[in-house]
Antibody, heavy 118, light 110 residues
């Protein structure tokens, strides 16, 4: 069965960095585009970043552009999000999600919590 | 900046019908935005209900349906059940590999 398992979250000070990982299993990872989507505590969902199946095309939300970097390793069935210059407003649960036809996200991980606080 | 609008909250009686909407701060929602709907209960990851305006995701009961109503995307729940009490999010595809989520609607069944 399809599984997405995020890791790497934690407490970090403003201005700090963190690298999130998402381990995929149960499907051919290299066939699917992926995204990171976040949810601040008690708030709604926010799309963060997209990466194509090959990794050749990448997009970011304006709120993270220039600070976050998405990448993937298809040989390791893994998705990453390098987060630099973190701000308090980046505090959220970060989900990795599989994208598929219909421009939808059909599988989501359980999320990893990132807390940015001094 | 594009803002996707949803009703913050809605209430429906058990067995009743409710329609949640998803609009744009500027302009109309069309099928070209590939509107999708997600259901989320507290502490859980979102679950896909509807995609491409009106296609039900696998395993989703047929009491959930999607459409375009006027200038908005709509999610209709017919015969609401207690376990439909959740947060519902719409998301629109803006092109160039980017999406914008609405703020979500908290649905109460009582």
């Amino acid at each position: 069965q399809v599984q997405l398992v995020e890791s790497g979250g934690g407490l970090v000070k403003p201005g700090g960095s963190l690298r999130l990982s998402c381990a995929a299993s149960g499907f051919t990872f290299s066939d699917y585009y992926m995204s990171w989507i976040r949810q601040a505590p008690g708030k709604g969902l926010e799309w963060v970043s997209y990466i194509s199946s090959s990794g050749s095309t990448i997009y970011y939300a304006d709120s993270v552009k220039g600070r976050f970097t998405i990448s993937r390793d298809n040989a390791k069935n893994s998705l990453y999000l390098q987060m630099n210059s973190l701000r308090a407003e980046d505090t959220a649960v970060y989900y990795c999600a599989r994208g598929t036809r219909g421009l939808r996200f059909d599988y989501w991980g359980q999320g990893t919590l990132v807390t940015v606080s001094s | 900046q594009t803002v996707v609008t949803q009703e913050p909250s809605f209430s429906v009686s058990p067995g009743g019908t409710v329609t949640l909407t998803c609009g744009l701060s500027s302009g109309s929602v069309s099928t070209s935005y590939y509107p999708s709907w997600y259901q989320q209960t507290p502490g859980q990851a979102p679950r896909t209900l509807i995609y491409s305006t009106n296609t039900r995701s696998s395993g989703v009961p047929d009491r959930f349906s999607g459409s375009i109503l006027g200038n908005k995307a709509a999610l209709t729940i017919t015969g609401a059940q207690a376990d439909d009490e959740s947060d519902y999010y719409c998301v629109l595809y803006m092109g160039s590999g980017s999406w914008v989520f609405g703020g979500g609607t908290k649905l109460t069944v009582l």
